[in-house]
């Protein structure tokens, strides 16, 4: 105990020191730590500080006289007056020592100081975090409360604040705790550093200390009785001094000395005697004892045994079954006692006695306790000097019975922990790893782990070491830390770190608290807690951090950097009423692909600068991310991500921002004059004051709040939009985090959360091109957050009218388009429009600034029959532009879409015939004159998705009845799906044709069909007149027919006008109608030799049939609702009517194609037979159909031969050429029969010209006459009649010459399509023609 | 683990840079009922556990060989409950049985007896070639075949 001198009552406060520490010690529920006995050594000190001044002789004066009174209180060798110097600027007080004050005051501590506060670390470490076990604690002395209540404090806070403070918690726990391990150690530290040989310490130390450092604090940690609450006490008191602080500056060399006087007159007259008598008086009670406690113990062992086995079970902690008196308690308080001061002999010898004596059952943690003290003292004598061999067992027995009879499994650890180091010193490494397993099965995943892992190292140091069986438990120790799970340490390292202020260190280790991994085994409650520590530490550290202004980044939730968005442009809000394109966030890859090709479909014709881009408006993960976006100022830039909460509970984020980064780009052409204001940086990455937020360049929008639930991921979008062109790079977002809980007095304590920022990491794909890249995990560039941002520039919206959604099949629905320009300033020169579907897309023709009702679907006529224009068949575009640029500048006004104007189009759509989903994508391609490189253009992407169903089939078949005549029935059936009482009106039939003219047959009574009927009409086509007079004239007639039952109604739909003559030109172009290409238009114009021109418009062959229907429906508000649609045939002509087609077709085989005739020779040369065959088999087979014949005679007929001997019927031959070329028929009537067919009796005769050759023109009919003569009555034949197409090559010498024999047959044709090829032939053949009608038969009956 | 519960046996032979020559399984638990399965299952659990604890006994065997005079090394190592048995052969090869129960200890002998003489057998086989992966199919029945008669 100690008391300054200046303190006003000394002997007061010597009297209240010890009396303060009585009451510790009889504080009946007794608190850590344990007193070693009850009257323990006191040892009072008065210290008086020599440096006060010139009066230091009257308070020297008054010191000595309060030590007199000290030591007549408390005895002569219990006291000691201690006079120190304390004060470092008092140079008086130095006058007895002469030496600079430098060279003398050299720190006593410094080689002490050092590992004191590496002990320091982790002794606080074991302090703090878990209860050391101070439970086997017999003696041990707190110095820390009663240093708080002392006199010396008061004086150190008012006078010595640079006095030493080791210097004095040492002198305090010198006196204090004189029994404990740290006395000894620094005394022992302090002799040393003296260089002062201490005779008295020698004798009382018998043994030189034999422990290094290292065995030093395993006893200290360890051990049942030496805790080290005092060292410890003075080291953490050596740490809250600052640590550039010299230890015992102040003391001079004096002062050393007296210092070391003082220690000798402590051990040597107060402590070791005080020991000696204790021992003495241990001694005299146990031999005392010792005879009582046999006598006693004397029936106990013989009946003891039966005893034993109920007690094993019951106690658990009872450590003091056993009279605090007892000969245990006092044989073991002597060799503790013993032990501390070195005399491990008679240490061992007293633990041994008292183990003897001891029985398991009676108190087995006392037992163990005094087991592992046998040991422990058995090892420190050293082998050379212990009396009895060290033995494994006794450490064997003490571990077991810690572990499984009292369940104490950390003293049972702390047990192992020796036994093992002790073993290992040993060499006994195969004990030791005994002893470890034995442990490391235990539930505790960490401290198994722990072991498997010395065990593994244990192995390694076997004499031959056992590899195999060290990564074995490696292993497995690996196994067993992965299952510990170690969060709290984590937890505790970032909060030792925080009040070490170490602030990085603290939040990394608070942020791998919440790493993703960890969750599982984490509860709610514990992350709760974690994360109110995490808020804590963050508002603690706010003010150290906010020097550099930037926002500390949190580690939740975590941001799924794969889901990362970019997209550029705002949600577009309808302006009319519509439907906002809606394409332009959709990423899906094939939609992708789908854009890319219309965009090329659009382009086509342009051309193209180098270095133009399209603007791509989405920039996700899939995309290719190899080039910076483009974005417009003052447009929207959207981020879209997804967050992930991966903790128990739920997170509240507010305030979302976007963190971004914007530079002023450097403009090439401009000269470096540039004002630094363009060059400069700005980022929102910093904390900013309110007023700052209107200059920065980029506005950003704040996402107020967002709900994130447990192990759940929501999405985030967040909206920026850059002021100026420039570079913007969008660095992460920042928000305020905070926990949902129920608990409202917890969230009353964060009521702001915290704020903090997370930054986004974006990589590309993989690469996988080079060998380097395969081999290692490389990723592409990605610079989907860093845009360029140009000048302001138009911006088209596009909004539909309500598009329908199901439609029937050949449905026709119209649809407006607006299209906005929402720029103020710059206008859209061109807007040009691509469709997936362009055949079912057409562009109303009307003028919309006409308000024509919507019900007007069709231009009306009332004509039967009109012709239309060729323009019919133009090809259809598919790009069709809305908005034309005009080339000059009159018209430009009224082209040009103005700022803020909105131009609306009425489009038709008409529904696909095939039944089901069809998607069609818009893309809306627009130009301005502002539009600087790279964007050239921009488009607006739309897609809208019909539901067809099926209603109207419409079929047809073709019949020739000859002579250029078709019968068409023709069916159309109701096929709506589904049982309704829908009626399909049916309109009106159009005839398209060049050539056909259409009439109906059949009688209309009714025009409307229900669900599952249908309609039969039979059409006749006839030969168009009008085709004759005006032959070179490609129109193409338009025959309607009403199939209205009102008769009276003359009013037909126009079918030449729009929509319905669009939509039929998209239907022509689909169905291949123009086939010839160009190609081969252009071969027949070379080799065509004659005048005539190419009639290779085969549409005039050709007929296509419109129908048109309306369905009334009423609707969901009971209106009624007609819905108007179209059917296009184009029937099959079938091969009754033949066209040059075909046989252009021929002329593309391989080889055929013939150019010269003399290129056909060496062709012929090569294989001529086989090539000449073929192409005359198929030539024949087409012309044998181009010319139909017919013959008309009286099929029964009566005649009296008795009369007349000869019958004479005239017999009419027609023949109709349905070819486009001149032909030469060759009639041949023959005698008999050609095929002998055994039915018939006979052949007729035919009498007149037999054989002639007869010129029949294109589409031309002619009546040629015959006559057949019958000879008596019977059943005739008059099939008896070749025809004959006759062909022969023009009159060229070479191909005469060539077949010379057979060019007997002249003709005289121009048969001007086939000539070449038939030239190339080396016969003229002529093609038979087969009859229609197979049977001719006359019946000759005689009356 | 009851007595009836069936008996289960990982047996590995070991070549001289420790590497497998040849392991099998052998057990009579195929045909448990109910209760068995679950042991089947929890086995299944730490199969692969099998090989460590046989690869790190290995340190014991190299220990154990040059300590006894016998081939057969009866028990040389056990780890938590599975107990590891041994027998080397002339040309240092090490047999290693691992099992948690045993039925006989004599019989263990003879089953590595009767394997060793397998072995002997399948090395006059010109066409193997000493300290390779065994992968004689007959060799294999025969190994199962005598774990049938004596172990199991």
Redesign the interface.
């Known amino acids: 105990m100690v008391v300054s001198t200046s303190h006003l009552d000394p002997m007061d406060a010597f009297h209240k020191l010890v009396q303060q520490q009585q009451l510790h010690q009889q504080q009946s529920p007794a608190k850590l730590p344990r007193w070693f006995s009850q009257n323990i050594y006191k040892y009072f000190v008065l210290i008086h500080d020599v440096t006060e001044g010139e009066e230091s002789n009257i308070t020297l004066r008054k010191a000595v006289s309060v030590f007199g009174d000290l030591k007549q209180h408390y005895g002569a060798g219990n006291c000691h007056l201690l006079q120190i110097n304390s004060k470092r600027n008092q140079p008086q007080s130095m006058s007895n020592v002469n030496d600079p004050a430098d060279s003398n005051m050299t720190d006593p501590w410094r080689l002490y100081v050092k590992t004191n506060e590496t002990f320091q670390q982790q002794n606080r470490l074991s302090a703090t975090t878990s209860d050391v076990n101070y439970y086997g604690q017999h003696e041990t002395v707190n110095n820390s409360s009663p240093q708080s209540y002392s006199p010396f404090v008061l004086r150190k806070q008012g006078s010595a604040i640079s006095l030493p403070s080791v210097v004095n918690s040492s002198s305090l726990s010198i006196e204090n705790s004189s029994y404990t391990d740290s006395t000894s150690n620094l005394t022992d530290l302090l002799s040393q550093e003296l260089n002062i040989v201490d005779t008295n310490r020698q004798q009382s130390e018998r043994i030189a200390h034999p422990l290094d450092l290292n065995d030093l604090t395993s006893s200290q940690s360890t051990t049942d009785n030496t805790i080290d609450e005092g060292y410890d006490g003075t080291s953490t008191t050596t740490s809250s001094s600052i640590p550039a602080i010299v230890h015992g500056a102040c003391l001079t060399l004096s002062d050393h000395d007296r210092i070391h006087v003082f220690m000798s007159e402590f051990v040597t007259k107060g402590l070791l005697p005080w020991v000696e008598v204790n021992l003495k008086t241990y001694n005299e009670q146990i031999t005392a004892r010792r005879g009582i406690s046999k006598f006693f113990n004397m029936p106990k062992k013989f009946f003891g045994s039966t005893k034993q086995s109920p007690t094993i079970t019951s106690h658990s902690q009872s450590a003091t079954n056993l009279a605090a008196d007892s000969v245990e308690i006092l044989l073991r308080r002597a060799g503790d006692l013993a032990f501390l001061f070195q005399d491990y002999e008679y240490a061992f010898n007293s633990y041994y006695a008292a183990k003897r004596d001891l029985s398991n059952a009676q108190a087995p943690t006392f037992y163990s306790g005094v087991l592992e003290m046998c040991c422990l003292s058995n090892f420190m004598q050293g082998p050379a000097t212990a009396s009895k061999s060290y033995s494994t067992s006794y450490m064997d027995e003490a571990i077991d019975t810690y572990s499984n009879v009292c369940r104490l499994p950390i003293f049972a650890t702390r047990c192992v922990l020796m036994s093992t180091e002790i073993l290992k010193a040993k060499d006994m490494y195969d004990s030791a790893v005994q002893q470890f397993l034995k442990l490391s099965?235990e539930d505790s995943d960490l401290r198994g782990a722990l072991f498997l892992e010395q065990v593994s190292y244990c192995?390694l140091n076997y004499r031959?070491p056992?590899?195999?069986?060290y990564?074995?438990?490696m292993?497995?120790a690996g196994h067993r830390f992965l299952k510990a799970g170690q969060d709290h340490i984590n937890y505790t390292l970032g909060r030792q770190n925080f009040i070490l202020n170490r602030a990085s260190d603290s939040i990394n280790n608070l942020n791998s608290l919440f790493m993703s991994n960890n969750n599982n085994v984490q509860s709610a409650q514990q992350q709760i807690g974690f994360f109110k520590e995490f808020l804590t530490l963050f508002s603690q550290l706010g003010d150290s951090q906010s020097i550099d202004k930037t926002l500390p980044v949190l580690p939740l939730p975590s941001v799924e950097n794969h889901t990362i968005k970019v997209l550029l442009g705002s949600r577009m809000q309808p302006k009319l009423g519509g439907n906002v394109s809606n394409c332009n966030d959709f990423d899906f890859d094939e939609t992708l692909e789908v854009w890319s090709d219309l965009e090329r479909a659009l382009m086509a014709n342009e051309r193209r600068n180098s270095g133009t881009r399209s603007q791509q408006q989405i920039f996700t993960n899939r995309t290719h991310n190899q080039q910076n976006p483009i974005a417009i100022a003052k447009e929207s830039i959207r981020v879209e991500f997804y967050v992930r909460n991966t903790l128990q509970i739920p997170l509240l984020l507010s305030e979302i921002k976007l963190l971004w980064k914007f530079s002023s780009k450097k403009k090439l052409s401009s000269s470096d004059t540039s004002t630094k204001e363009d060059d400069k940086e700005y980022t929102n990455n910093i904390q900013l004051k309110q007023n700052d937020e209107h200059d920065l360049p980029v506005e950003t929008d704040i996402l107020s709040d967002c709900v994130i639930f447990p192990n759940d991921s929501s999405k985030i979008e967040l909206c920026l939009r850059p002021k100026r062109s420039g570079h913007l790079t969008i660095l992460g977002l920042c928000y305020r985090l905070n926990i949902l809980v129920q608990n409202t007095s917890d969230q009353t304590t964060w009521p702001d959360g915290l704020y903090g920022k997370q930054l986004f990491h974006v990589k590309g794909s993989r690469l996988n091109s080079t060998r380097k890249e395969r081999l290692n995990v490389m990723y592409g560039t990605d610079k989907r957050l860093e845009i360029n941002v140009l000048p302001e520039a138009p911006l088209l919206q596009v909004e539909f009218s309500q598009m329908p959604c199901t439609m029937f099949c050949g449905e026709i629905q119209s649809c407006l388009i607006h299209l906005i320009n929402l720029s103020s300033q710059h206008s859209i020169s061109r807007i040009k429009l691509a469709t997936s579907h362009p055949d079912l897309i057409t562009i109303s023709t009307t003028n919309e600034t006409e308000e024509d009702d919507n019900d007007e679907y069709y231009s009306y006529t009332n004509k039967s029959k009109l012709l239309c224009s060729k323009t019919l068949y133009d090809k259809t575009q598919k790009v069709l532009t809305l908005i034309p640029k005009s080339a000059n500048k009159t018209t430009s006004k009224t082209n040009v879409l103005e700022p803020n104007a909105i131009c609306t189009l009425k489009i038709w759509l008409k529904a696909s015939h095939l039944v089901g989903e069809i998607n069609t994508d818009f893309l809306f391609l627009y130009e301005s004159d502002t539009f600087q490189q790279p964007l050239r253009y921009r488009t607006v992407k739309h897609s809208s998705l019909f539901i067809t169903t099926s209603c109207v089939g419409l079929s047809a078949q073709t019949e020739s009845i000859g002579l250029g005549e078709l019968l068409l029935p023709l069916q159309i059936d109701n096929l709506t799906a589904i049982q309704n009482n829908l009626q399909i009106t049916l309109r009106q039939i159009s005839c398209i044709s060049q050539k056909w003219n259409v009439n109906n047959l059949s009688p209309v009574y009714r025009n409307s069909i229900s669900c599952g009927e249908s309609l039969s009409l039979l059409l006749k086509c006839s030969t168009n007149k009008i085709d004759e007079k005006s032959e070179s004239n490609d129109d193409a007639l338009i025959s309607n027919l009403l199939l209205s039952s009102n008769n009276n109604d003359n009013n037909y739909i126009d079918v030449s006008k729009s929509p319905v003559c669009d939509f039929y030109r998209n239907f022509l172009c689909n169905e291949n109608f123009f086939n010839p290409s160009r190609k081969q238009s252009d071969y027949n114009r070379r080799h065509t030799s004659t005048t005539t021109p190419p009639t290779i418009q085969p549409s005039h062959t050709k007929l296509s049939l419109i129908l048109l229907w309306q369905i009334a429906m009423s609707n969901q508000l009971g209106q009624i609702d007609v819905r108007y649609g179209l059917h296009m045939i184009c029937p099959n002509l079938g091969d009754s009517l033949i066209n040059d087609q075909i046989i252009l077709e021929d002329t593309q085989q391989p080889q055929q194609p013939v150019q010269f005739s003399s290129t056909i020779l060496t062709l012929s040369t090569q294989n001529p037979y086989v090539e000449e065959q073929r192409l005359w088999t198929s030539i024949q087979e087409k012309f044998s159909k181009a010319i139909q014949y017919e013959i008309i005679y009286k099929t029964s007929v009566k005649h009296d031969f008795n009369k007349n001997r000869t019958l004479y019927l005239p017999v009419e031959l027609k023949l109709f050429n349905s070819s486009q070329d001149k032909l030469n028929i060759h009639i041949q009537l023959s005698r008999s029969s050609l095929e002998l067919d055994p039915l018939l009796s006979s052949c007729c005769l035919w009498c007149g010209i037999t054989d002639q050759i007869i010129e029949i023109n294109a589409s031309q009919t002619l009546n040629v006459q015959l006559k057949a003569c019958f000879f008596k009555p019977g059943f005739y034949y008059l099939g008896n009649l070749t025809l004959s197409i006759v062909v022969s090559e023009t009159k060229s010498d070479t191909i005469t010459t060539l077949s010379p024999h057979k060019s007997q047959q002249l003709s005289i044709t121009n048969f001007s399509s086939i000539l070449p090829i038939l030239s190339s032939l080396s016969a003229i053949k002529s093609i038979p023609i087969k009859s229609n009608i197979e049977n001719y038969f006359v019946d000759i009956s005689a009356c | 683990m009851s007595q009836n519960s069936g008996y289960y046996y990982y047996f590995v032979i070991v070549g001289h840079a420790d590497n497998v020559l040849y392991e099998t399984e052998l057990s009579n638990q195929s045909r448990g009922g109910d209760g068995q399965t679950a042991v089947v299952a929890s086995r299944d659990d730490t199969r692969h556990l099998n090989q460590f604890i046989a690869h790190s006994a290995l340190d014991m065997v190299d220990e154990f060989m040059w300590k006894n005079t016998s081939t057969y090394l009866k028990q040389v190592d056990k780890f938590n409950e599975w107990s590891v048995s041994a027998y080397v052969t002339a040309g240092g090869l090490r047999f290693l049985i691992l099992y948690e129960q045993l039925k006989n200890d004599e019989a263990l002998r003879l089953f590595f007896q009767e394997i060793y003489e397998t072995y002997v057998k399948l090395l006059l086989n010109p066409f193997y070639v000493p300290d390779t992966q065994i992968k004689s199919v007959p060799f294999d029945k025969k190994v199962q075949a005598i774990g049938l008669r004596h172990l199991l």
């Open positions: 099965q192995f031959s056992f590899i195999r069986k990564a074995f438990h292993v497995i």
